[in-house]
């Protein structure tokens, strides 16, 4: 079991790496906050799989932590840095 | 004189709900109690702030359905797009559906919005008037359908008043 | 019963890892912005959802199992809030790709 769940971090971990490919590649800001995004999903499910598979409680704290710190940073960045697209009223009925 | 006890009622439920998610998350130790009693307090005082108690009743059986049509939902979407995304001859039509919604704009149709984020093929890409405009990846596809099936689930269980 | 539960787990994670090959295939073929995020919210989501669900079965405590599905839905409200945030600043900036 240990063996399979080692595996399956490193699969997930390698299709990070491919995601930080497309952050790369960009071309516009949006795609690069989708990039963090998968970040963050993805490397929450390793935590989680390395906590059960180290043993170690403490990793799960870890990947909720990531997972609140991801969120807020998402939607920081969309609010603050795409905010110039955002010029005409409609999206300010998100609000309400 | 009745709405004030349903108003402490859904205080109370609020903060026991707040408490239960302390509870998993931070577990029961003596020493945390000022700690919880603070998060409990913040956290009750925010959902308050920020979604008034309702006028609706909750109804388990339409909420089950619900709950059994989103995970559905989420296995259907996941399956549709990485078919899509691994089909060699990359089968997209994308392209924006205006979806004509009953529910009022604010909370209501920001739950639904959130919900149907969900649902194959579609994002939420914002509204005007009674409209939500949606990013499809298959135009071809029946979404206002759907999207009508999955707000009458929506109203069914949680806002049937 | 213990081999059982190991199944379910080797089911569920590869299952999970499978969805998170095509949500990060889908982020570098989709030719859009808004396509690109199709695959990020629907194929991530569900590549945590069950690689939670795999989880599960090897959870010490109730408790444990309760906080991990307490992470995976934390998870499911940020994409979902996240994508229809970048889905409204990307239709009304039509420029960007």
Known sequence: MTEFLTAAVGFILAMLALGLVSILRGPGDADRVMATQLIGTGGIAALLLLGTVAGVPAAVDVALTLALLATFASIAFVKKGLSRFEADG???TENE | MRAHVAARVS??????????????????????VP???????????????????????LSPRALGRLVLLFLYHSIVAGADVARRALDP????RPGFVAYPTGLPP???RNVFATLTSLLPGTVPAGDQNAQIFYHCLDVERP?????AAEEEALVRALYND | MSLVRDMISIAAVSAGAFFFLAGTVGLLRFP?????LHALTKADNLGLGLVVLGLLPQADS???????????LLGLLAGATVSQLIARAARQGGSIR
């Open chain 2, 11 to 32: 205080v109370a439920s609020r903060a026991a709900w707040f408490l239960c998610l302390w509870l998993v998350l931070a577990g029961a130790t003596l020493d945390d």
């Open chain 2, 35 to 57: 700690a919880a009693a603070t998060a409990v307090g913040a956290a009750t005082w925010t959902s308050l702030r920020f979604l008034a108690p309702g006028s609706s009743r």
């Open chain 2, 143 to 147: 979404v206002i359908a759907e999207l």
């Open chain 1, 90 to 92: 409609t999206a300010s």
């Open chain 3, 32 to 36: 859009d912005t808004l396509t690109r």
């Open chain 2, 106 to 108: 604010g909370p209501r």
């Open chain 3, 62 to 72: 109730l408790r444990d199992a309760l906080k991990l599905v307490s992470i995976w």
């Open chain 2, 89 to 92: 001859r990359l089968p997209l």
